[in-house]
T-cell receptor, first 119, second 114 residues
Framework: DAGVIQSPRHEVTEMGQEVTLRCKPI?????LFWYRQTMMRGLELLIY????????DSGMPEDRFSAKMPNASFSTLKIQPSEPRDSAVYFC?????????????????FGAGSRLTVL | DQQVKQNSPSLSVQEGRISILNCDYT??????FLWYKKYPAEGPTFLIS?????DKNEDGRFTVFLNKSAKHLSLHIVPSQPGDSAVYFC?????????????FGTGTRLTIIP
């Protein structure tokens, strides 16, 4: 299995431009998460999907951010228009539910990330 | 509001000694805790986890301790090796269908000194 695949690995763009980040989750995983890593906030959840349906988008910073999952093998995170404060590493992760007795938790497998720089 | 806190941004430990990474949480509903390890230019990878019915879980050189009354968990690495140099993230969850997310801390950068 190739793991979670993200593209592009690096993106440098100018303020005001549209940015699209892509993710291919692990086959068979039914959850997909988008996280953003910054020094101040660590790994911050933006949105997650279950079976291609958005479940919680409360972490999406503002209307400039949107995410879609048209099928089980592909998701996009779009920023339009981009701003310098959006500069960060964006991670996609897919998961299954790990059950330990009565407990369950997502064990996320992360992609290598997309480093975005907005000038 | 940071519900999972890692108050030490960095830690340096001599090779062969014990590394102790700490994590505090504020949400008493969390019932499952995980540690992830991250190398530069890679995504975080799962390391070890613990459920709230336990106070200790061990996997080789890695042990996670949970103190529910203090809302505190720690990761012990013994003995520390150069390959352990990485950023370590603590994460927590309260699993319910419709609430499957993990809340992460800000990370601690561990440097093992040869």
């Amino acid at each position: 299995d190739a793991g979670v695949i993200q593209s592009p690995r690096h993106e440098v763009t100018e303020m005001g431009q549209e940015v699209t980040l892509r993710c291919k989750p692990i086959s068979g995983h039914d959850y997909l998460f988008w996280y953003r890593q910054t020094m101040m906030r660590g790994l911050e959840l933006l949105i997650y999907f279950n079976n291609n349906v958005p479940i919680d988008d409360s972490g999406m910073p503002e209307d400039r951010f949107s995410a879609k999952m048209p099928n089980a093998s592909f998701s996009t995170l779009k920023i339009q228009p981009s701003e310098p404060r959006d500069s960060a590493v964006y991670f996609c992760a897919s998961s299954y539910i790990k059950r330990t007795g009565a407990f369950g938790a997502n064990v996320l497998t992360f992609g290598a990330g997309s480093r975005l720089t907005v000038l | 509001d940071q519900q999972v806190k890692q108050n030490s941004p960095s830690l340096s430990v001599q090779e062969g000694r014990i590394s102790i990474l700490n994590c505090d949480y504020t949400n008493s509903m969390f019932d499952y805790f995980l540690w992830y390890k991250k190398y530069p230019a890679e995504g975080p990878t799962f390391l070890i986890s613990i459920s709230s019915i336990k106070d200790k879980n061990e996997d080789g050189r890695f042990t996670v301790f949970l103190n529910k009354s203090a809302k505190h968990l720690s990761l012990h690495i013994v003995p520390s090796q150069p390959g352990d140099s990485a950023v370590y993230f603590c994460a927590a969850s309260k699993f319910n269908f419709g609430n499957e997310k993990l809340t992460f801390g800000t990370g601690t950068r561990l440097t093992i000194i040869p």
